[in-house]
């Protein structure tokens, strides 16, 4: 069993920056792959990033590449993502999630453990 806290969001102007944090209880979190989504108001929830267990492959959502980078260190039972040039269409609650998942389609939302989220508001 694992339990995941995202921490970190809260409102940014345009072109601001966040950190968000994704602290894991629960000794196999390093052994999963961990990813990010969010959830826009009237939106589905939608992939943003993912990182293996290994950190050794990487994905991005074609609308934060470039702008997003995703991290962890399983020593401290802790994901990342680090938020750059933000636009106010990144407004939504992010949710981190962790399990196993397959390298063919990296961004499915097929995980096992996700956290509560934590709203970021990108004010224009």
């Known amino acids: 069993q694992v339990t995941l806290v995202e921490s970190g969001g809260g409102l940014v102007q345009a072109g601001g920056s966040l950190n968000l944090s994704c602290t894991a209880s629960?000794?196999?979190?390093?052994?999963?792959?961990m990813g990010w989504f969010r959830q826009a108001p009237g939106k589905e929830r939608e992939f943003v990033a993912r990182?293996?267990?290994?950190?050794?492959?990487?994905y991005y959502a074609d609308s934060v590449k470039g702008r997003y980078t995703i991290s962890r260190d399983n020593a401290k039972n802790t994901g990342y993502l680090q938020m750059t040039s933000m636009k106010p269409e990144d407004t939504a609650v992010y949710y981190c999630?962790?399990?196993?998942?397959?390298?063919?389609?990296?961004?499915?939302?097929?995980?096992?453990?996700w956290g509560q989220g934590t709203q970021v508001t990108v004010s224009s």
């Open positions: 999630a962790a399990g196993l998942t397959s390298e063919r389609i990296p961004t499915s939302p097929e995980y096992a453990y």
């Open positions: 990182i293996t267990w290994t950190s050794t492959r990487i």
């Open positions: 629960g000794r196999r979190f390093g052994q999963y792959d």
